[in-house]
T-cell receptor, first 112, second 112 residues
Framework: GENVEQHPSTLSVQEGDSAVIKCTYS??????FPWYKQELGKRPQLIID?????GEKKDQRIAVTLNKTAKHFSLHITETQPEDSAVYFC???????????FGKGTKLSVIP | DVKVTQSSRYLVKRTGEKVFLECVQD?????MFWYRQDPGLGLRLIYF???????EKGDIPEGYSVSREKKERFSLILESASTNQTSMYLC???????????FGPGTRLTVL
């Protein structure tokens, strides 16, 4: 099965700074790369995703970059705000499978 | 708006009891999933289903079974609950193929 690692496991930033979370995966056939956000006590929700034919995707303050050769993709959050505080999960999928393999999560704290 | 609902938010059961967790989605999604979420371990896939009466094992199926008799409903069954099955259980659904998964609110199960 897919091995997924997320780094760092915790991240504290000052409000207004940028945050970057990296996800490495093992299956070279993976072709879908989403990031989910889970606020305390809430359900996970997709915030951005990218497919393997695209190297970068941006949506306002968040972006995802993909390096298929190195088998990693990263979540970038700029101008962080307190409401960005949450746990973020990467969840790459393997080719031919509907299954997402979730990373262990990164707890982001944005300090006002 | 996709709505995924789960039968209970909190459940307390005794060791050895048979436990049913039910998930319903209202968006005609083909795929449905059951995960458990434990601190520091992320979300781990128990079972998923890509069609009525079809099921596939995920990463941790031991001690669990599932049932999907109708497209909108996916049940998780703990045949004989054990204390190590105390966890948060999350249901999700998605359109056919590899797409965004929409999560339910979760059921926090405690087995005494």
């Amino acid at each position: 099965g897919e091995n997924v690692e997320q780094h760092p496991s915790t991240l504290s930033v000052q409000e207004g700074d940028s945050a970057v979370i990296k996800c490495t995966y093992s299956d070279s056939a993976s072709n879908y790369f989403p990031w989910y956000k889970q606020e305390l006590g809430k359900r996970p929700q997709l915030i951005i995703d990218i497919r393997s034919n695209v190297g970068e995707k941006k949506d306002q303050r968040i972006a995802v970059t993909l390096n298929k050769t190195a088998k990693h993709f990263s979540l970038h959050i700029t101008e962080t705000q307190p409401e960005d505080s949450a746990v973020y999960f990467c969840a790459p999928s393997g080719a031919g499978s509907y299954q997402l393999t979730f990373g262990k999560g990164t707890k982001l704290s944005v300090i006002p | 708006d996709v709505k995924v609902t789960q039968s209970s938010r909190y459940l307390v059961k005794r060791t050895g009891e048979k436990v049913f967790l039910e998930c319903v989605q209202d968006m005609d999604h083909e795929n449905m999933f059951w995960y458990r979420q434990d601190p520091g371990l992320g979300l781990r896939l128990i079972y998923f289903s890509y069609d009525v009466k079809m099921k596939e094992k995920g990463d941790i199926p031991e001690g669990y079974s599932v049932s999907r008799e109708k497209k909108e409903r996916f049940s998780l069954i703990l045949e004989s609950a054990s204390t190590n099955q105390t966890s948060m259980y999350l249901c999700a659904s998605s359109l056919n193929g590899i797409n965004e998964q929409f999560f339910g609110p979760g059921t926090r199960l405690t087995v005494l």
